[in-house]
């Protein structure tokens, strides 16, 4: 993991979410650990899914929850206002009132078929992304999420995207930090 940490480091990442589902307590610490140490604090923001509790005593700089999770109201109350916190924002619509919770981000999709993240959501494709971005507005920030490929990165920007997730596109690949690398290139 610390090896991961610093070749996404010297390829240029500046912000990664790091998820484990299925891992005990202390293999999550374990590697949380080893990314913050790897990507430090002030040039790369590092995102925990899920765990709100776990981010300050891992120096992470926010969280990620989607609905099961706390609520973004309780993820914000817990984490304060100087630390980062994205939620999901909807798929077909909106979540009603999502734009009025404190986050910093919202994730809408999934945009295409994934096999990240089991969801019974159906893929909103591009149309989705421009009728979300409508329904949003201009300011808040919109993450396309779900089956992002370096074909269709650019697509969902021009959509109204503020940013795309990625992760079967770059971590699937035998060396992600060439492929992100790559990701950069092609994208500017």
Request: charged share 25%; no cysteine; aromatic share 4%.
């Amino acid at each position: 993991m610390r090896r991961l940490g610093e070749s996404l480091a010297e390829a240029g990442v500046t912000l990664l979410e790091y998820r484990n589902k299925s891992g005990a307590e202390a293999e999550l610490l374990a590697d949380a650990r080893m990314l913050r140490a790897a990507m430090p604090v002030g040039k790369i923001k590092l995102i925990l899914d899920d765990r709100v509790e776990l981010v300050e005593q891992i120096g992470f700089d926010g969280v990620h929850v989607d609905v099961g999770d706390a609520a973004p109201a309780e993820a914000r109350r817990l984490l304060g206002p100087e630390r980062i916190l994205g939620t999901f924002g909807g798929s077909e619509a909106l979540v009603p009132g999502i734009l009025s919770e404190s986050a910093n981000y919202f994730s809408i999709g999934p945009v295409f078929p994934t096999r990240t993240k089991q969801t019974s959501k159906t893929p909103i494709g591009m149309d989705g992304v421009r009728r979300l971005r409508e329904e949003a507005g201009p300011g808040p920030v919109l993450v396309a999420v779900g089956g992002i490929t370096l074909a269709t990165a650019a697509e969902a920007l021009a959509a109204g995207a503020s940013m795309v997730a990625v992760a079967g596109g770059i971590f699937r690949q035998a060396d992600p930090a060439a492929e992100f690398r790559r990701w950069m290139m092609e994208l500017g």
